[in-house]
């Protein structure tokens, strides 16, 4: 039983590079969620998904497009990177709406340069 | 203003004592609240959680909860060298179907051996 997973831990990209960020958890939770957390700003939700085949924005999503490929995973991807979205990037999942606890991957750290 | 306020610290606090950690929240609505620990280069993890005035008590943490002042507080008794790490705050956002974490930015605890 991992929990949650994602992949790459670490990954560096040059501006206007895509990449897909990966997260799959096993705990058959219903919601997921993906944070990015940057120094002196906390945890700031990029989007998220409350179910399989939905997805709304959360506070930071310019720059972003999500995908919840079935109820285990949920991608992020950045289509042109930016600078600005150097940040170490989190994934979430939780219960179902009445249970709010979040339990979290363990990170991706990624570069724009 | 902040929907959720935490001192950045750090906080120190020698080896023994207790580490009283503080939060406040903007938002009346909000109704669960949650402590999570988070060391250095690693993801957040759940310590505490509380949806009742009053306190809760687990081990050697306790939170506090205070709806009508919209402060939620985490005491950790018998600090330990292993207490030191990144504590943030989150409070539930009671507004959409699904229930979304407003995270402070975190307070940093040093326990000083």
């Known amino acids: 039983n991992a929990g949650v997973t994602q992949t790459p831990k670490f990954q560096v990209l040059k501006t206007g590079q895509s990449m897909t960020l990966q997260c799959a958890q096993d705990?058959?939770?219903?919601?997921m969620y993906w944070y990015r957390q940057d120094p002196g700003m906390g945890l700031r939700l990029i989007y998220y998904?409350?179910?399989?085949?939905?997805?709304d924005k959360g506070e930071v999503p310019n720059g972003y497009n999500v995908s919840r490929l079935n109820k285990r995973e949920f991608s992020l991807r950045l289509e042109s990177a930016a600078p600005s979205q150097t940040s170490v990037y989190f994934c979430?999942?939780?219960?179902?709406?009445?249970?709010?606890?979040?339990?979290f991957g363990p990170g991706t750290r990624l570069t724009v340069l | 203003q902040k929907e959720v306020e935490q001192n950045s610290g750090p906080l120190s606090v020698p080896e023994g004592a207790i580490a009283s950690l503080n939060c406040t929240y903007s938002?009346?609505?909000?109704?669960?609240f949650f402590w999570y620990r988070q060391y250095s280069g690693k993801s957040p993890e759940l310590i505490m959680f509380?949806?009742?005035?009053g306190d809760k008590e687990d081990g050697r943490f306790t939170a506090q909860l205070n709806k009508a002042s919209q402060y939620v507080s985490l005491l950790i008794r018998d600090s330990q060298p292993s207490d030191s790490a990144t504590y943030l705050c989150a409070v539930n956002n009671p507004g959409g179907a699904t229930n979304k974490l407003i995270f402070g930015t975190g307070t940093l605890l040093a326990v000083q051996p």
């Open positions: 705990m058959n939770h219903n919601s």
């Open positions: 979430a999942c939780r219960w179902d709406r009445w249970a709010d606890t979040q339990y």
């Open positions: 938002d009346r609505g909000s109704q669960s």
């Open positions: 509380i949806y009742s005035n």
């Open positions: 998904s409350a179910s399989e085949g939905t997805t």
